[in-house]
C-alpha cells in the first residue's frame, strides 16, 4: 500500500511517514507513524513514533511514504494527532548525594 522513499533527498526533517519497529519478542516487525527527526550521513534517520514517544534510528530505505490511497482509505491516519505528549523537565541536576561528580548514573538514565 504505502511505497519506500524513492530517493534519500526526498526525507525532511519534521515530516510524518511509516517507520518500522520491532520489540524483541516480537518475530516481526510493525510500521507505525514517525517524525523525522535528523538525518544522518550515514543512510539512517532519527525518528520519533508519535504515537508511543519512542525513538530509534532507522534505514532511510526502511521509511514507507503514507500514500494519497491510505489516506482516502483510513483518513484517521493524518486526521489524529500524535498521541504520544512530547516534554522535558527544566532545571533537573543530577543528586551530588547519589553521585559525587554531578552525574547521572545507569539506573537513572536507562
Known sequence: RCEGVKDNMEVRCG????????????????????????????????????DYGNVVSVPIASLRVISVSMIREFPEIVKIPGLALECSLASIQPSKIRNSKGLWDEEVVN
Open 15 to 50: 515530516n510524518v511517514y511509516l517507520a518500522p519497529y520491532k520489540e524483541k519478542e516480537d518475530d516481526y516487525h510493525f510500521y507505525y507513524r514517525a517524525r523525522v527527526n535528523s538525518i544522518t550521513v550515514a543512510g539512517t534517520v532519527n525518528v520519533f513514533f508519535i
